[in-house]
């Protein structure tokens, strides 16, 4: 073997065609670089937190990374100016490998088909459907329930509003998936807030993604978690109706507690095309073992003449029937 002076992993020699020395392709060793977590993505500007003292900076993708996407949440490394000051620019080399990712397909007009990642990292999917105002909808519940469990992210499901309606009926559609569930009402003007706390307590530690339509009180949440996140609530555009977000870029929060937060205005779609029925079964390892009975390539929908998911008795016929249900929802024409 050749002596190539390193023992670096990252030097590469390619064929010494010439007979020459041998040439060394070394990529910049960047031993300087500070790691940092995605906050925001802005216009091709990418705003960080750097782990070490809690600096905020700005940084743009360095070249030699190519197109893979960047998305909030990610860990990455970083070069350059890192001291955060007006005007500086830091360089992003390197995106740690991730823990997990929420992602869409990507809409016509883009590349359609593609898959985006809407946030790296995260552990919980919150799932925020308001109780009335909008009604609520369990196609949308539905689909981010699919697009929780193949992130292998938890889902839990918070009912915002009760204020306004009782949740009764539509918690009876869901008690067989054994979720968690949170049910709040929050009055900005009085102060006078239920359920919050319960929101806190699931929250802390944990990188937590909001995910609901317009309108079901996510900036509201936001606010009564992190003060200092000053998010507008309540504006809707009386043109179009739908809320003031029109980005799609997520947005983080560090939570008081610890943890963070982190906020998906104007997500509107997931990709669920590529989710399979055996990769959502693992969602409910009880039905494992009856799955064990199916012929090969059952899709264990309900028109399977041999599913072996028809032969559960007792609980277990409720469990199938919500299974069978998310697997429908995967195809739901809603975008969420
Ligand atoms: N009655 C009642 N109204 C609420 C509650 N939470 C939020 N609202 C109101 O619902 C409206 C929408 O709340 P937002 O927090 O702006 O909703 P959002 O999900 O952030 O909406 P977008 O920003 O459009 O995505 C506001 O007028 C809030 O004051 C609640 O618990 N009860
Ligand atoms: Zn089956």
Known sequence: MRDTGTDDPRVRVRPNRRGSRPRTKIRPDHEDALTARVYRVDRGRYHLVLDDGDV??????ARELGRGSIAVGDRVRVVGDTSGRRDTLARIVEVLERSSTLRRTAEEGEAAGT?????SNADQLLIITALAQPEPRTGMIDRCLVAAYDAKMEPILVLTKSDLADPAELLSLYSDLNLRVIITSIDESTGDTRGVEDVEREVAGHISVL???S???KSTLINALVPSADRATGV???VTGRGRHTSSSAIAFDLPGG???IDTPGVRSFGLAHVGPDMLLEAFPDLLELAQECPRGCTHAATEPECGLDLGTGSTVGRVESFRRLLEARHSAEQF
Not at 56 to 61: D, F, N, R, T
Not at 115 to 119: L, Q, S, T
């Open 56 to 61: 905020e900076i700005v940084a743009i993708k």
């Open 115 to 119: 898959e985006r990642v809407i946030v």
């Open 211 to 213: 995910i609901g339509h």
């Open 215 to 217: 309108g079901v009180g």
């Open 236 to 238: 809707v555009n009386a």
């Open 259 to 261: 943890g963070i937060i």
